[in-house]
């Protein structure tokens, strides 16, 4: 492939038409501008309201402290917390909108880790600390003012999930209630937290869970709504007895994985600038920090990514091919571009070229920018947008390894996002399983004959992983799925354990220490040899 075609645009190529499939996401991202626009104009309003709420029905509420006593405004940490967590109410991310009011507040260092911490377990842990506010309020949450309700669960988070003293949390809380939620919702806040404070953790599971029993009682203690609950658990199958230890994993914070990108970066680098060499993938290392800091990760030589995506890119290489000198390789759904930028690396390696798709062009830029040491490097790769589902039929027989990484519900990733598992319901499966199987039929259009594709999603939900490459191979009986544990390998070369039964691969943040990914790989067969017809 001729070298002016490195990081060149498939669009280019084709004539420079373009492809306009992104136009769902600018008309979410334009829903989220307004929605974020209003609640810089509303947060002043409700705080209006609140004064005048709380005047009207809390007057019986006292704060604990003495008038003199009693601090005036919040900490800029728990501040920080509740800006988010009012955000995230109106639509925001709290992983992208907590970063930058770190920034913004010059908050650093430990109170940025506190922030952190009561922040996003604050979100994760809402289901459980809902119930237990409903009891100690005497009300349910939901004739609870919104913005008192995120004072209180940030107290109940300090109370139960943080080792601050219940004096600390109550009274710094409540110093924030006063700032942000006016003196009469104050007391209100002081009053439920001592009442909270009352009880440990365990005794309020006790109560919350009362009368409740499997999976109800389990969503409640494991704050995850009762539907995701009951799809973890098919999907775990016969390892179900587990389910409890997924739901705990779940809760917890995921380290930071490093991946070293191949021929650019290397793990012994990143554990010389103190990060610590993974058992699990063999070009990962984790590391406690900024990442930013690493001169490997602002060179895009190494990045942040999920050992369990960086295992699946590994594996995508690792398959055998079609065997034909200087592979085509296709990743249908590329950005925001983290397993394609490995994907360009490994490709590179075996003197193979890598076309990047994404439908839409923000994340097409993304995955651009991602590549930016793997281009330098001499990398060929195609980025272009456009609608996978065409790819197919433009190109078809043309690629030798596809790889789908397909949009999901991520109900995989719920360590990752914090307040993902509220904002999903059963009803987002129905659109994604749909657009899911045209990718993935698509994808086996675009594939050469002999050549392999690799279904990959962040959810271990049966109805976007099983099912729909079952449905795949019944449409398409030129494709046969093949084992795919054998190419799933840890540091030390040896076999990923606890992948299932096969064909296909799910991984597990309990078992594995990554998201829930999942792997399928399928192969089409190779075109009919004319002595073989007759
Ligand atoms: C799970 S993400 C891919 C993550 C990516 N492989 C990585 O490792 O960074 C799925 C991507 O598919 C894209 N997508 C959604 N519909 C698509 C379509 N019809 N054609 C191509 N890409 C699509 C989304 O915009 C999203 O970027």
Avoid at 236 to 258: K, T
Avoid at 493 to 505: C, K, L, M, Q, R
Wanted: charged letters at 30%; proline letters at 5%; a negative charge.
């Amino acid at each position: 492939m001729a070298d002016e075609r490195r990081g060149g645009s498939r669009d280019d190529r084709r004539g420079g038409g373009g492809r306009s499939g992104g136009r769902r996401d600018d008309d979410r991202r334009e829903s989220r501008e307004q929605r974020e626009e209003r609640f810089r104009t509303e947060r002043r309003d409700d705080r209006g309201r609140q004064r005048s709420q709380a005047r009207r029905g809390n007057q019986g509420y006292r704060s604990a402290a003495a008038p003199s006593q009693r601090r005036r405004a919040g900490d800029p940490a728990r501040r920080a917390a509740w800006d988010v967590l009012r955000a995230v109410d109106d639509g925001a991310y709290a992983n992208l909108e907590l970063p930058k009011l770190l920034r913004h507040n010059g908050i650093g260092g430990r109170d940025a880790a506190f922030a952190s911490e009561l922040c996003y377990g604050s979100l994760r842990m809402r289901g459980f600390y809902d119930a237990v506010i409903e009891r100690a309020a005497g009300r349910p949450v939901s004739q609870i003012d919104a913005p008192v309700l995120s004072t209180m669960r940030l107290g109940a988070h300090q109370l139960l999930g943080m080792r601050v003293p219940s004096h600390a949390a109550a009274s710094e809380t409540v110093a924030l209630a006063r700032e942000v939620n006016g003196a009469g919702a104050a007391g209100f806040v002081n009053a439920v937290l001592r009442r909270i404070s009352e009880r440990s953790r365990e005794d309020w599971v006790a109560e919350v869970t009362g009368g409740l029993s499997g999976d109800a009682a389990l969503a409640i203690e494991h704050s995850h709504p009762e539907w995701i609950v009951r799809a973890l658990r098919t999907s775990l199958g016969e390892q179900a007895a587990e389910l409890e230890d997924l739901l705990v994993a779940d809760n917890e914070p995921a380290a930071v994985s490093l991946v070293a990108r191949p021929g650019l970066a290397t793990v012994d680098e990143l554990v010389a600038a103190g990060a610590v060499a993974s058992s699990m993938s063999p070009v990962a290392a984790t590391w406690e920090g900024d990442p930013g800091a690493l001169p490997a990760v602002r060179e895009t030589r190494a990045a942040v990514q999920d050992e369990g995506s960086q295992l699946l890119a590994l594996a995508m290489a690792a398959v055998p091919g079609t065997g034909r000198d200087h592979e085509e390789w296709l990743d249908l759904c590329a950005g925001p571009g983290g397993k394609a930028a490995l994907l360009a690396t490994l490709a590179h390696e075996q003197g193979a070229v890598l076309f990047a798709n994404e439908v839409n062009p923000k994340r097409t830029e993304l995955v651009r920018r991602t590549m930016a040491a793997a281009l330098d490097a001499g990398a060929e790769v195609m980025i272009g947008t456009g609608d996978g589902r065409e790819l197919g039929g433009e190109e078809p027989d043309t690629y030798d390894r596809v790889l789908v990484d397909a949009p999901c519900t991520g109900l995989g990733a719920l360590r990752r996002r914090p307040e993902a598992r509220w904002r999903k319901t059963v009803a987002d499966l129905g659109d994604l399983t749909v657009l899911q199987g045209e990718l993935l039929d698509s994808a086996i259009r675009a594939t050469r004959p002999g050549g392999v594709i690799g279904y990959a999603t962040c959810s271990p939900h049966l109805a976007e992983t099983v099912q729909v490459v079952r449905d795949a191979l019944t449409a398409h009986p030129e494709v046969t799925a093949e084992d795919a544990r054998p190419y799933f390998r840890a540091a030390d070369g040896s076999a990923i354990e606890g992948v299932g039964d096969g064909p296909w691969v799910q991984l597990w943040p309990h078992r594995h220490h990554t998201d829930a990914m999942f792997f399928a790989l399928l192969r089409k067969s190779p075109v009919a040899q004319p002595d073989s017809e007759s």
